[in-house]
């Protein structure tokens, strides 16, 4: 009887954990933001993202739906373009792309104030290393910076970054900035994080924009113990029920002494 109620109560405690899912986003924005929504100054024009025009005290996002909802992303490849300008002009304030809780609103070039956060910094607000600067954040905190030059005169210029358990890589044109295995020990995924494209302006300017965002996720299932039905509930306690009476009528047949010896 002891074995079948821990059989039962192992049954119901087995977890959905181990299952793989992939998540996936892929616009070249031709057609509409799919799956995905404009925030802020941010609009689809001419077949690109253009997070801010190039106007002072501007925002705005592409904020990409939950690609794995319920699940935990352990590892994703995203690539994309960005694109600054005008050219000759000094450029403020900056675009970030951010794997973490999505904004309220919109996100500007500092991108989620928790999660991984790749930040394109224009304009010196005091940053170290001075901007013009690629800056990689976990949880807020600088992880990794190189100083580059991020006027592209308005071309598309491709960026890459990947993340698993070794940490993030991440490539800007080619080699000219990359980074690996950047240390994220500070960041533990969970549920629900989004992937989010942010810019602003302010009292600088610049236009600010993204193309040909590819995301591909892997993930797995939270660990969920499943809550018993009424028929499990009834079957547990009739369980419960029966090993007690098994067990006090196993030890009155095996304790016939003690009426004997009062009887005596
Ligand atoms: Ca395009
Ligand atoms: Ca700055």
Known sequence: ???????????????????????????????GVGAASLRGT????SGSI??????T???????????DPGSIVQSFDASFTLATGPAGSTLADGVSFSFGPAPADTYGESGASSGLVVTFDLWDN?????????????????VAATQVALNTGGSFLPVT????????????????????????AGFAPGAGL???FGARTGDGTAEQRIDDVSIVTSATALKTT????????????????LAGLGAHALRRRRSPGIGASRLG
Not at 42 to 45: G, H, I, P, R
Not at 57 to 67: F, R
Not at 226 to 241: D, E, H, K, R, S
């Open 194 to 196: 989004r992937f989010t």
């Open 226 to 241: 499943p809550v018993p039905t009424l028929t499990q509930w009834g079957m547990i306690v009739a369980a419960t029920l």
């Open 50 to 55: 253009r997070l801010t025009p190039n106007v």
């Open 126 to 142: 005091g940053e170290s290393p001075t901007p013009p600067v690629i800056r990689v954040l976990v949880n807020g905190v600088q």
């Open 1 to 31: 009887m002891q074995t079948r109620i821990l059989a039962i109560a192992a049954a119901l405690a087995v977890g959905t954990s181990g299952a793989c899912y992939a998540g996936a986003y892929n616009n070249d924005f031709s057609a």
């Open 57 to 67: 005290s501007q925002q705005g996002s592409l904020v990409i739906n939950d690609l």
């Open 42 to 45: 941010a609009v689809l024009d």
């Open 161 to 184: 970054v990947h993340y698993d358990a070794a940490g993030l890589d991440f490539d800007f044109n080619s080699g000219a900035v990359s980074f690996s295995n950047v240390n994220t």
